[in-house]
């Protein structure tokens, strides 16, 4: 209902990893340009990294978009909590490579033959695992032997490993020494500043079909980028409650008092959405985690964010079901 009160045709603030609505910051073109000239030039092995929410996969979403109009063979592994046998059983689907053999030996032959004659048709073929940080350290060695498929001049594989920062402090683990040193590129999203994320809204806003882009307040766009860090998930839940919210208030442009609101409903002005999370040592609480007072500083605090997520998530619900009755109540008496 909010989107005609607003003039917008689609929900511009919505958390899937949509390519369409992919905001091209510095940073974000200079990580699109080094997977795809990576993968031109046959490099291998390319990591990208970057914090969560910061838009690593709809950059993946992205990159899938391009190859497909390249018409190039992808396998995109989304859910990387896969055994050895399965992770390949799901890469092979993926290609279309038929297999009736499940043993890992007969369908490493039947990759490299089918490698091959991409190879020389000119084609490549490309392997995207996204949340690669929580892949073993078994399965990362199991991806780093795929690149031994290659000839004498070229790799016939090209691997891209999505994951956030955690990946990176993996692959300094001593047993993975053999992949860092074939990662050729690397490629990092980052948080937004004040001035894109000012960019950001709008150009979403206009993606959406909004008929003004001036739907946000100055103030608002500042208490945003100040609450969501520069995180562009974040920075879509805010905005996204914060429209819900006005209209149920029937305010518009978006007051910075409403992000305020929303903001605290969420706890944002004291959970960091960037917060790692704290592995409790025997049972216990980390002591970065407890301040001075002996209160939980918000470091870490995931569990509480998602909580206060869900409960500001019913609030709003409830108050747009209030704003959604008045309104019928009123069309009623006019009539």
Known sequence: MYKKFF???ENPFNVNPDPRY???????????????????????????????????T????????????ERVSTAFVFNPRLSVSQFFDFMMANFGIPCESRQKGQMLMKLNQWL???????????????????????MLEEIRLLTNLETSTEKLL?????????????LNQPELRQLRQR????????????EETHGYIQERLRIGGAEKLDLFAPESVVAIHRYARGIPRVTN?????????????QKNPVPPEIVEEVARDFELDVVDPTAQPITPMNGAAHPSSING????????????????????????VDRLNQAEAAVETERERKR
């Open 7 to 9: 003039g917008l045709k």
């Open 22 to 56: 992919l905001f091209l910051t510095q940073n974000t073109q200079e990580a699109l340009a080094c997977l795809t000239y990576g993968i031109e030039t046959r490099k291998g092995f390319i990591l990208l990294t970057g914090e969560v929410g910061t838009g690593k």
């Open 58 to 69: 709809t950059l993946v979403n992205k990159l899938l978009e391009w190859l497909h109009k």
């Open 116 to 138: 091959l004659e991409r190879y020389q048709a000119g084609e490549r073929a490309v392997l995207i695992v996204d949340e690669a940080q929580n892949l073993s350290p078994q």
């Open 158 to 170: 090209q691997i891209v490993l999505a994951g956030q920062p955690e990946l990176e402090q993996k």
């Open 183 to 194: 990662i050729t590129l690397r490629a990092k999203t980052r948080q937004l500043t004040l």
């Open 237 to 249: 839940l805010l905005c996204e409650h914060a429209l819900v919210s006005s209209f149920v208030d």
């Open 293 to 316: 007072s002996g209160n939980s500083s918000g470091n870490g605090d995931q569990p509480q964010l998602i909580e206060s997520l869900m409960t500001a998530l019913n609030s709003l």
